[in-house]
């Protein structure tokens, strides 16, 4: 389990000092995948590379299974980092290695045989789906094939967390589904509890269990995804969530109401019964849908005719799907 108690991260400069996180406490369950999301400038990569001390702390403490890293000395806290991995956004891949020489290179730090070394960099290779790029260079590989290999490379030493800075940020839409499956195999397979920094929401409600939203150096909204991403609390989550429907909802005459679909109803169409069955005309302001895993997700904004309101709120919640009422 991964703790974090009242962080606090100041940098201090000729211009004065800035203040990159602010009493933030957080708890990270094994075998979970957390998100942490926000805006650029939020503090998100300073708050990740916190966990494993890269950036260390001004105040506060950092635990890891119990053991308090911010007190530890150097040597103790090299073991502890041997358990936590890491990938990067820009891959950080050493380019005069192959995709293998890449894989073997924390194994070769550890003190690890050859042998043995390419023998376990040989089956990250085959989970990780590129047994045919073991030769290639960076330059070789598409940014996809880079990830990938960034990520068998952090999984060389067998960790038992992950933490991923902004990983798919760099990708397109295709090749980040790629990688976000990868690592929710990881997390059930493997049993690695994974920690996702992202400004992205697509990326959280694809692979995370539970989110903290970060705003202003400050932890503003928690809980697990689908309650977030449900009915966001805090504004910045509603940014990051609903922007465009935010906008689109301020059509229409009469009242709106915002629905929220969370698998509930994925195979009945409910517009078109609600229609049928109140003989009530709505109409859709805004709609994102998708389908994950066979259901439904997403939200839609509907504006309702004077006079029906109560008839399409009774329909609503006899048909168990979730709503909110919408400024």
Do not use: W
Request: with cysteine; net charge neutral.
């Amino acid at each position: 389990m991964i703790e974090l108690r009242h962080i606090t991260k100041e940098y201090v400069s000729k211009e004065g000092t800035t203040l990159a996180l602010d009493d933030v406490s957080l708890t990270v369950r094994d075998g979970e995948v957390f998100g942490i999301i926000g805006l650029s400038g939020a503090g998100k990569s300073t708050l990740v590379r916190c966990i494993n001390l890269l950036e260390r702390p001004t105040y506060g403490q950092v635990c890891i299974d119990g053991e308090e890293l911010t007190a530890i000395g150097k040597k103790r806290l090299h073991v502890i980092r041997r358990n936590v991995g890491m990938i990067f956004q820009s891959f950080n891949l050493l380019e005069q290695r192959t995709a293998e020489g890449n894989i073997r290179f924390p194994l070769e730090i550890a003190g690890v045989k050859r042998r043995a070394a390419e023998a376990r960099a040989k089956e990250l290779l085959e989970l990780v789906g590129l047994t045919e790029k073991a030769k290639s260079y960076p330059s070789q590989l598409s940014g996809g094939q880079k990830q990938r290999i960034a990520i068998a490379r952090a999984l060389a030493l067998n960790p038992k967390y992950l933490l991923c800075d902004e990983a798919t940020s760099a990708l397109d839409p295709a090749t980040t589904d790629t990688i976000l499956q990868l690592l929710r195999r990881i997390n059930r397979e493997l049993g690695v509890t994974i920690v996702v920094i992202t400004h992205e929401m697509r990326v959280v409600e694809r692979v995370c269990d539970r989110v903290a939203v970060l705003d202003s150096s400050k932890i503003v909204e928690e809980g697990a995804v689908s309650d977030v991403f449900s009915f966001p609390q805090s504004e910045i989550a509603k940014q990051l969530i609903i922007p465009e429907l935010i906008r689109s909802a301020e059509g229409g005459g009469g009242k709106k109401l915002r629905l929220v679909f969370r698998g509930e109803t994925a195979d009945s169409p409910i517009i078109s019964k609600l229609a049928i069955e109140c003989g009530v005309a709505v109409d859709i302001l805004y709609a994102d849908t998708k389908r994950i895993d066979g259901k439904t997700y997403g939200h839609m904004v509907i504006s309702l005719p004077q006079g029906g309101e109560e008839t399409v709120r009774r329909f609503l919640e006899q048909h168990q799907v979730s709503f909110k009422e919408e400024v």
